[in-house]
């Protein structure tokens, strides 16, 4: 029954723009489940469901995962408007942006997990990106480009 329920959830939330859980509550009882604010509140905290501004500027009910897509992109909108210039020697990538800067354009490198990078280190307006090695550099500079390009 609860996975049935959460299903139902998950079918509920990505079907409609759920902004509380007595709304959700609602939705579930419309489907046949019969259900408490404290089952609803389990369930929600169980499938890791956030609360995000949706496009029409509404806080809704979303799966995590959504809302960290959401992130991202919101992350690398900020990335390609801040990166000024790029240089690189060796297996180091360094990246000047604007003042200020440079600590959320190291975040969104972070958070993309590339495999080829091993780490960025930021400073006020400067990145400092650890490359795992020199023939990775090219791709890495190629990436970043098109995301700023974006």
Known sequence: MKSARQIAILDIIAENAIET????????????????QATVSRDIKELRLVKALSADGVYRY?????????????LIRMFSD????????????????????AGIAAETIDSLQWPEILGTIAGENTILMIV?????????IDRINAMIQR
Do not use: C, P
Not at 62 to 74: C, F, H, M, Y
């Open 132 to 140: 795992r090695s020199v023939e990775d550099v090219q791709t890495v």
């Open 82 to 101: 801040t990166v000024i210039s790029i240089d690189h020697a060796y297996n180091q990538i360094v990246m000047k942006t604007l003042s200020a800067t």
């Open 62 to 74: 979303v799966t995590s995962d959504k809302n960290e897509n959401s992130l991202n992109e919101r």
């Open 21 to 36: 859980q007595e709304e959700l509550a609602d939705a579930l009882r419309a489907h046949g489940f019969q259900v408490t």
